[in-house]
T-cell receptor, first 120, second 114 residues
Framework: GAVVSQHPSWVICKSGTSVKIECRSL??????MFWYRQFPKQSLMLMAT?????????EQGVEKDKFLINHASLTLSTLTVTSAHPEDSSFYIC????????????????FGPGTRLTVL | GEDVEQSLFLSVREGDSSVINCTYT??????LYWYKQEPGAGLQLLTY?????DMKQDQRLTVLLNKKDKHLSLRIADTQTGDSAIYFC??????????????FGKGTKLSVIP
């Protein structure tokens, strides 16, 4: 199946610094990528939808100036957590959407392995 | 808005069948999914079912869909210790109004007792 990678897999940073997380679709092109945040023992919370070549669409309550998303190519989307604080510590997961030919309307999202962010 | 509900925990003995249940509220859901998440990892798509189907079987996995009651279940036959993970139910609205966003349940943690 399609592979999505994330880098780094884990990062520890000091409060006030910025952290960039990369999401790559390795063997397919993804016009749409999604960024999720997962708290311990909780479900995935969609943060934003990223479309190649256009601005990301943020979910209600997600600060667009704090979580900068760039989707400059069909295989790469980045999430930058600016001026990180301890409450930003979380597991961030991206996914890339593929529309499968021959199955109208069916789309599958392939998930990256996640990035564990710890802000001290 | 859409809501997906799951029980949080399930414990079964190795070799028994596991049944994980899910309810959803969005009547325009077109596809419903089951994902598996192992500790510290991303999500792996296990199986999916189209909303006009009521059953789908894939090796040890059986998905049952009751569209009238908006109830989805995942049955794992002959459960193994490697099946221990968190299982997420998810639905997507492909009606064209949204951007094919997935709505996830909170996940059911399956523990398999040897």
């Amino acid at each position: 199946g399609a592979v999505v990678s994330q880098h780094p897999s884990w990062v520890i940073c000091k409060s006030g610094t910025s952290v960039k997380i990369e999401c790559r679709s390795l063997d397919f092109q993804a016009t749409t990528m999604f960024w999720y945040r997962q708290f311990p023992k909780q479900s995935l919370m969609l943060m934003a939808t990223s479309n190649e070549g256009s601005k990301a669409t943020y979910e209600q309550g997600v600060e667009k100036d704090k979580f900068l998303i760039n989707h400059a190519s069909l295989t790469l989307s980045t999430l930058t957590v600016t001026s990180a604080h301890p409450e930003d510590s979380s597991f961030y997961i991206c996914s890339a959407r593929v529309v499968l030919a021959g199955s109208p309307g069916y789309n599958e999202q392939f998930f990256g392995p996640g990035t564990r962010l710890t802000v001290l | 808005g859409e809501d997906v509900e799951q029980s949080l925990f399930l414990s079964v003995r190795e070799g028994d069948s596991s049944v994980i249940n899910c309810t959803y509220t969005d009547s325009s859901s077109t596809y419903l999914y089951w994902y598996k998440q192992e500790p510290g990892a991303g999500l792996q798509l296990l199986t999916y079912i189209f909303s006009n189907m009521d059953m789908k079987q894939d090796q040890r996995l059986t998905v049952l869909l009751n569209k009238k009651d908006k109830h989805l279940s995942l049955r794992i036959a002959d459960t193994q210790t490697g099946d221990s993970a968190i299982y997420f139910c998810a639905e997507v609205d492909n009606s064209g109004a949204g951007s094919y966003q997935l709505t996830f349940g909170k996940g059911t943690k399956l523990s398999v007792i040897p």
